[in-house]
């Protein structure tokens, strides 16, 4: 089993940017599939990235392609997600999540959630 934080999230203007991080908890941090998902108001929660196990092979939300950059260091158990050139459509609860299966962007492939950070762009 593993435990997520996500941490970096905020208020940041358009264009801006952030990083945000989740740090997990457990020795086996390198057998995991890891995504950022989010959930803006009212709708419902939509892949935005994935990285699979050594860092190898990323998966993006068509939207966020050339904007987002996710990486993982296994070594410090943690994965990124570097946000550049934010929109006001990218304002969201982002999630972290660990998977044992397969590089997915499907929610139901991943057992392990964070709580979320809160991300807001204005306008």
């Known amino acids: 089993q593993v435990q997520l934080v996500e941490s970096g999230g905020g208020l940041v203007q358009a264009g801006g940017s952030l990083r945000l991080s989740c740090a997990a908890s457990?020795?086996?941090?390198?057998?995991?599939?890891m995504g950022w998902f989010r959930q803006a108001p009212g709708k419902e929660r939509e892949f935005a990235a994935a990285i699979n196990r050594n860092g190898g092979s990323v998966y993006y939300l068509d939207s966020v392609k050339g904007r987002f950059t996710i990486s993982r260091d296994n070594a410090k158990n943690t994965v990124y997600l570097q946000m550049n050139n934010l929109k006001p459509e990218d304002t969201a609860v982002y999630y972290c999540a660990a998977s044992r299966q397969y590089l997915s962007g499907s929610n139901i492939r991943y057992e392990y959630w964070g709580q979320g950070t809160q991300v807001t762009v204005s306008s």
């Open positions: 457990g020795r086996t941090f390198s057998t995991y599939v």
